[in-house]
Structure formats: C-alpha cells, structure tokens
C-alpha cells in the first residue's frame, strides 16, 4: 500500500528504505485509525494553542 | 554544588567565578573524552565572561543567583559567533549571527557558557548515538545512553561538567534524560520561554526546558528564562513566575493525583516500586493522594506522533530531497514516515488535542498536580533497540516516550525528579505535571519530596 502511495505522491523514497519503514507506518495508523474515528467537525483545530484558555465549549 | 549554594559564596565575594570555571573547564578536561557530551567547548570565551563577571561582582553589580555559574547548552541554540550544528553533519559549520532568546536572557543573569552540548540529530530521536557526533554516553554507566534528545545537556550536568544546561523537549526530550541521568528537569508549559533562535523540530510541541541539580535551581532558571519576547509569536504574555519554595517540606492541603490508568502499566518492576514509594512520601508529606483517570490517554500518545512526524518533515522536507545521504539512517525513517501524513490528518489530530486539553483542564480542578513514572525503563545499553518489560519486547524508543510524549500535546507544565535506583543502580525519574502556568505549584510539590528524599543528592561515581 506504502509503494502505490508513494508513487500516486511522486516521492522518491528508494524501495529498500519504503520496505523498511512500511511496518512502522501500518503500525502508527492502526493505533492513528482509532483515535481519529470520530465526528470532530464542530472543533477548530490547535494549530496554535493555548493551554491556559481550553475550556468546555 | 548546587546554584543555590554556590550563588551566596559568589555574592558574597567568597567563590571566585574565574576559579568555578576553570574547576569547571578542569573536570570538561577529564571526563569529555569518556563521556563525549559536549560538541564544542568554549573555554576562552567562558573564562573572559567569568572575568567579568568577577570584575563586576566585585565592584558592586552583583546581577543574581545566576552570575557567574557555569552553563552548558543543547547544540541547537543559535550562538552569535560560535558554531550550532543541531547534531548534524549539514549543519556542522553553521555559524548564527544572533543568540536564541534564551541564551542572551542567561548573559544578562550573568551566566557563563561553557560548551554547546551534544544531542540526538536534528533532536529527533531519545538516544543520543549520533552518527556524526558519536554517541553521548550515561555517567551512571558508560555503556548506556543518557537518553534524548537532549542527552548531552544532562551527561554533562550529571557529571559535573556544568552547573545547569538547557535542552528542548518535543515528545520528552528533556524528561527522558533527567530520567536516565538522575538529575532534574524542568520542560515548562508551552509558550512559557522563548523559542526564538532554537532550531525546530515539531512547531507546535517544542519546548524549551533545563535541567538543574536540584528543584530550587530549575525554579531559579526559570525565572531568569521566562516571559514574553516579541520575537516569538508562541511566547506567552505572562511575566516570569515568582517561585517561593519553603524550607518546611510540608504538603498539607495539596491534593495529588495517580492515574489508575495507563502511567502505570507495562512498567520495569523497580520503576514501579520507586515510583509507589514516592506516592507514599508524598502522603506521609501531608498531601492527599486521589486516584484520576486520564482519559483516552494512549490516543494522544499515538496522535502526538502523528502530529510530530509532518511537522518534522516540513521543517527539513529541502534537505530531505537534497541531502539524504547526509542524514543518520533512524532520523531519515522519520522524516520519510512524516511525508505519508495527510493533512486532514493532521488537522484531526490537532482538534483531538484540544480535547486532551480539556480533559486535564478538568482533572486540574480534582487535584492540584498528577505524579507517575518519567519512563518505565531505565537507561536501556548503546544499540539496544528493544526493551523487554513483564516479558513482552518493546521497542525502545516507544518505551522510553511513552509516559511523556502526551504533556507535550497538553503543554502543561512537567517536572522530572529523580526518586530512586534500579537494581543496577541506574536511575529512575518521577513526573510531576500541573495546570497551565502553574510551574509554582509543580516546582514546589517536586521540592517538598525532594528534601524529604533526597534522591538528587546521589551522584554517579565517575
């Protein structure tokens, strides 16, 4: 899957460098799938934040 | 010695800044070649600026607790004049034209710099084996690492080779060496000191942190580092924290929380024990222990790599399509891991963020501060990428960020202090972390068990 990507994005990883880090990429979005399946259209993203503000909306 | 020991015999005309110094530049001399913890040293400069410092001290321009102490900084704080490599070969000759906001805040205390102090390249990574530079080795035990990004910073500080250094913590960088080299460490809340002139690694979770050897001098350091800079958008208005630590170890009235959730699972049997019997101190201290849960804690683990992976990525995305060969091979993964991240991505994990904000904002008003392990290991050997913890194989630089790389998506306020030794005699760290701005509130829960257990006076034997 990593390869199609890549390919479908133009980059110019060499295969035995995608080879070697596709298990880390399937691992981090099977624990990344899960923590962002949900409906979270109503929050702005924190692109910059402020921790001291957060408050419940 | 401690700042706030030293700090009176300076004042007071007792403790020459030139003889710190070369004492200083002494113990450099003999424990560099073992340990390799600075990138560059700069005795000729440091000992023009402790004369100074003793010129002025001397006629009555006594500038604070910080004049004339010796310091050493993480290799990515730009130096006007003097080399900043961030631990790579690409940048080995790179000479800034300007100090960090950070430097140039410790030469008006008076402080006077030592060394630039290695790093894991490019800060983006916790073992410090770096590829250009060599590896930086522990001084509990030579074999290991100190941990990273900022391992240099405390190798040095642990062995005496400096009286406090600055780091940077983006997914632990300072907590994972305070950790692993018994010292304290401060990664104060975001937007706390200046980022200006520090070479980036994650914009929206670096931090600039310090580590000291004891709660009080980290409190002193802060004051000095703190506030805001209009170079620095991500600074914050706030002025610098007056932190008063009282010499009566008592937490009377202070409410501490232990997760029993995730902080303490999958830990080293003897991290764990530490860890429980500086609970206990805490309790026979006065404080009232209420067990929280941190809800959804593990996501933002995994979201804050997420996060972290593009941000790295754009931050070195030309000399990743024209240096390669120039980058270590575990710093390269990364990088190109982070070119698989989309944006929408990105953007939900930044709005899931906020919740985890939220979350510790509201567990804020149960407790006053949340203690747990910093790392559920200690120092894992030079080259060692797993860990093995309660018989199943982990990989060690997950392990070792495991317990840390969430505060950084918070951006709350942690400490580090040391409160025990394993069976191997290899340190073990407690977290301590409070609301927002609070750093008064965690520095003094760390200084109350720190007198109490005394932990930060065991030094290694190097």
Request: net charge neutral; proline share 7%; with cysteine.
């Amino acid at each position: 899957m990593w390869k199609t990507i890549s390919q479908a994005m133009g980059l110019t990883i060499p295969p035995e460098q995608l080879e070697a880090i596709s298990p880390a990429l399937d691992a981090l979005w099977s624990g990344a799938r899960r923590a962002l399946d949900r409906d979270l259209s109503t929050v702005d993203p924190a692109v910059t934040f402020r921790p001291e503000l957060e408050v419940e909306p | 010695m401690t700042i706030s020991e030293l700090a009176p015999q300076i004042r007071e005309g007792k403790l020459s800044p030139v003889e710190l110094a070369r004492e200083t530049f002494a113990r450099i001399h003999r424990l560099q070649p073992a340990l390799n913890a600075y990138i560059t040293v700069l005795e000729e400069q440091a000992l023009e600026q402790a004369r100074q410092a003793e010129r002025e001290i001397r006629t009555g321009h006594y500038r604070g607790p910080l004049h004339g102490i010796p310091y050493a900084a993480k290799d990515l704080f730009y130096t006007k004049g003097v080399a900043t490599t961030a631990g790579s070969k690409i940048l080995k000759d790179f000479v800034p034209g300007y100090d960090a906001t950070a430097i140039e805040r410790l030469r008006e205390a008076g402080a006077v710099l030592v060394a630039k102090a290695g790093l894991h390249e490019f800060a983006y990574g916790i073992t410090n084996n770096n590829p250009h530079f060599g590896p930086v080795r522990n001084p509990w035990d030579q074999a290991r690492i100190p941990g990273g990004s900022s391992g240099g910073s405390a190798a040095a500080l642990a062995a005496g080779m400096c009286t406090f250094s600055l780091g940077s913590d983006t997914g632990g960088s300072v907590r994972i060496p305070a950790s692993f080299c018994g010292v304290v460490g401060l990664k104060p809340t975001f937007g706390r000191i200046s980022r200006y002139g520090v070479f980036p690694l994650g914009h929206t979770l670096d931090h600039v942190g310090h580590f000291a050897w004891s709660v009080a001098d980290a409190a002193l350091i802060l004051e000095a580092l703190a506030g805001p800079d209009p170079n620095d958008d991500s600074a914050a208005a706030e002025p610098p924290p007056k932190v008063d630590l009282p010499a009566d170890p008592k937490l009377s009235g202070l409410r501490v929380g232990v997760p029993g959730n995730y902080f303490f699972e999958r830990l080293e049997p003897d991290v764990e024990k530490a860890v429980r019997a500086a609970v206990g101190k805490f309790r026979d201290l006065g404080a009232e222990i209420v067990e929280v849960e941190v809800a959804e804690i593990e996501d933002f683990t995994v979201l804050g790599r997420l996060i972290l992976l593009p941000e790295a990525t754009s931050v070195h995305r030309s000399r990743l399509k024209t240096r390669r060969a120039d980058i270590g091979a575990d710093v390269l993964a990364l990088l190109d891991q982070g070119q698989f991240v989309p944006a929408t991505d990105y953007l939900d994990a930044q709005r899931r963020r906020r919740e985890l904000i939220r979350t510790l904002n509201r567990l804020f008003d149960q407790v006053n501060v949340i203690v747990t392990p910093t790392t559920p290991i200690t120092a894992p050997k030079i080259g060692q990428g797993t860990v093995e913890i309660g018989g199943r194989t982990e990989d060690a630089r997950l392990a070792a960020t495991r317990l840390v790389r969430a505060l950084n998506m918070a951006g709350v306020p942690t400490l580090s202090v040391p409160c025990g030794l394993d069976s191997r005699g290899l340190p073990i760290g407690l977290q301590i972390f409070g609301r927002a701005f609070d750093e008064a509130g965690v520095l003094r829960a760390g200084h109350a068990y720190e007198q109490a257990s005394g932990w930060n006076r065991r030094r290694p034997q190097i």
